[in-house]
């Protein structure tokens, strides 16, 4: 499954490292991850991952394959 989730802000290289699955893109004051989710432990990885991190998560959703 591919998934896309928007965080609010730019996210810093150093960041961007902590999500080295996922490819990301910053546009319009948010930054996006994209990417591979393996299955639903993974993404629910992810998420907690953002949480650690203080990110705020704005939408996550799942691309069409």
Do not use: K, N, W
């Amino acid at each position: 499954m591919r998934y896309e989730i928007r965080i609010e802000g730019h996210l810093s290289q150093t960041l961007a490292t902590a999500f080295p699955e996922l490819e990301h893109v910053v546009m319009s004051g948010q930054t996006v991850l994209f990417g591979t989710v393996i299955d639903s432990a993974h993404l629910y990885g992810l998420l907690i991952r953002c949480q650690s991190l203080g990110l705020r998560v704005l939408e996550m959703r799942q691309l069409p394959e």
